[in-house]
């Protein structure tokens, strides 16, 4: 949100610089570190159990970073650093003070959770009015689900269109490509957001399931996929289900010169062409075209490959919001319909224990009872010295 959302970063804000750390190699954070200044800088650590290793031992780095300039760490956790999560105790042992904890409600999910506190970093980066009205937008699509006939039910309708290509024809992609640069993280939002709630082979039942639930989703900005992975799409021996994503109206507003605003238009109306073009012959193949029997195999295309073209009026807070809300009652549709729990996410656990048991046998000397691979690898690190494996 904070990235496609750059246009309506208010006056007071423009100064202020909102960064994301979540990777446990602590790549993130060492390209960071090095830009920022102690005095000016502020962590957020969200977590929901506030146990997650990946954001602790991000959190702790950065302590140890603020502690070089300033060495007193009270000073430094009642002035550089706030707690988001649901487990006020958990914050307060990591040191966190209590005037600078923001909690949120135990049955909110990770994945389903922008719209609390976790939102917070939104909030600061656009505003709390423009936040307020991505949760309008929400809101509104949430009346929609609710209150809609099926029929005319958006958030139903990409649900059934979903469990139709999966499960019925099924194909095992699907991909989803926005036709705005503005959205270029969204397809990695959506692949933890579908795969993490609907990745089950178990109904809520117990049962191990006879039928393909969710399929792999990926995707990549429409017009840089297009030089990317559209061949596959088009010519590839799988089918592959397609979301497009545009929204009609850009460069409308007083941000840009009348020349750079005219010349900015037409460009996006080259991506919405492509946006059509593409979602056509994914459905008609060669006959989009009017080609003729003559035309060689490896030009031809075959078509009928499954698309939904969704159209925003403007990418703004309020159709953002939508947008995302959108995703989230199309996956419990889904859900429902597969019978599984899209709110747990029990197939990361056991990595995560064995996580802990690959950490005792790299720091220490010790044989552990592993497979022969496991035990190759382990000895080719600890003999590396530094000169690489």
Request: hydrophobic residues 40%; glycine residues 6%.
């Amino acid at each position: 949100a904070c990235q496609a959302l750059t246009e309506f970063v208010p006056p007071e804000a423009s100064q202020l610089h909102i960064h994301f750390v979540s990777s446990i190699d602590g790549t993130q954070l060492s390209d960071l570190l090095g830009t920022l200044k102690p005095e000016t800088t502020l962590f957020i650590v969200s977590s929901k159990s506030f146990t997650t290793i990946d954001t602790l031992s991000n959190a702790h780095t950065a302590m140890q970073w603020m502690l070089k300039s300033k060495n007193d760490k009270q000073l430094v956790l009642a002035h550089h650093f706030i707690g988001v999560s649901t487990q006020p105790q958990k914050m307060t042992a990591w040191g966190i003070p209590d005037n600078n904890q923001i909690l949120f409600w135990e049955w909110v999910g990770g994945r389903f959770s922008l719209w609390s506190a976790i939102g917070l970093p939104i909030a600061l980066k656009v505003g709390m009015a423009n936040f307020e009205s991505m949760l309008a937008g929400a809101h509104f699509m949430d009346n929609e689900f609710s209150q809609k006939p099926l029929a005319q039910n958006l958030p139903v309708l990409l649900g059934l269109v979903g469990v139709w290509n999966a499960t019925f024809l099924d194909i095992r992609a699907h991909s989803v490509l926005p036709y705005d640069g503005r959205l270029k993280v969204f397809p990695s939002y959506l692949s933890q957001l579908e795969m993490e709630s609907n990745g089950k082979s178990v109904d809520k039942e117990g049962h191990l399931l006879d039928y393909h639930t969710c399929p792999v989703l990926w995707g990549e900005v429409g017009p840089n996929a297009q030089h990317a992975f559209y061949q596959l799409l088009h010519q590839g021996t799988q089918a592959v289900s397609c979301d497009f994503i545009a929204p009609i109206q850009r460069y409308t507003g007083s941000l840009y010169s009348d020349e750079a605003k005219k010349s900015l238009q037409i460009q996006h109306q080259l991506a919405l062409a492509n946006c059509l073009a593409q979602s056509r012959v994914l459905m008609l193949g060669d006959a989009s075209a009017n080609s003729d029997d003559s035309t060689p195999n490896f030009k031809r295309y075959r078509g009928n490959q499954p698309s939904s073209t969704l159209l925003l009026e403007e990418l703004s807070p309020f159709t953002l919001g939508a947008l995302v809300a959108l995703y989230e009652h199309k996956v419990f549709v889904m859900s429902v319909i597969w019978d599984i729990n899209p709110f747990d996410q029990w197939g990361v656990e056991l990595g995560k224990k064995i996580a802990d048991k690959m950490m005792m046998a790299l720091v220490s000397d010790e044989k552990v009872a592993l497979d022969a691979s496991t035990q190759g690898l382990l000895h080719l690190i600890r003999h590396a010295e530094g000169e690489g494996i």
